[in-house]
Nanobody
């Protein structure tokens, strides 16, 4: 059974950091592109970042460029999202998603991905 499990969310002050993890079970991530998405209350789901399976190319939304870093550890079957300089507007439920492809045609669009985790809450507040 294909499963993605996010972890690492929590409450952090503005300017702080968190590292989210996306662990896969039931399949190996080697051949899957992985995306991170987020959804704040009352807002549409937003693509945050993507890492390809082919060459490790990375993609970021403009709102997180320079602050967030996506990486993958295929040996651990896990993808990470390091989030630095967090802002209140980063508050959302964060989801990881997987697609069996080198890189999706539209890496930050949710309809490109077939498999989704249950999400982890990130709250940035003082």
């Amino acid at each position: 059974q294909v499963q993605l499990v996010e972890s690492g969310g929590g409450l952090v002050q503005p300017g702080g950091s968190l590292r989210l993890s996306c662990a896969a079970s039931g399949f190996t991530l080697d051949y899957y592109a992985i995306g991170w998405f987020r959804q704040a209350p009352g807002k549409e789901r937003e693509g945050v970042s993507c890492i390809s399976s082919s060459d490790g190319s990375t993609y970021y939304a403009d709102s997180v460029k320079g602050r967030f870093t996506i990486s993958r550890d295929n040996a651990k079957n896990t993808v990470y999202l390091q989030m630095n300089s967090l802002k209140p507007e980063d508050t959302a439920v964060y989801y990881c998603a997987a697609e069996w492809v080198g890189v999706p045609r539209r890496p930050l669009m949710s309809d490109e991905y077939d498999y989704w985790g249950q999400g982890t809450q990130v709250t940035v507040s003082s």
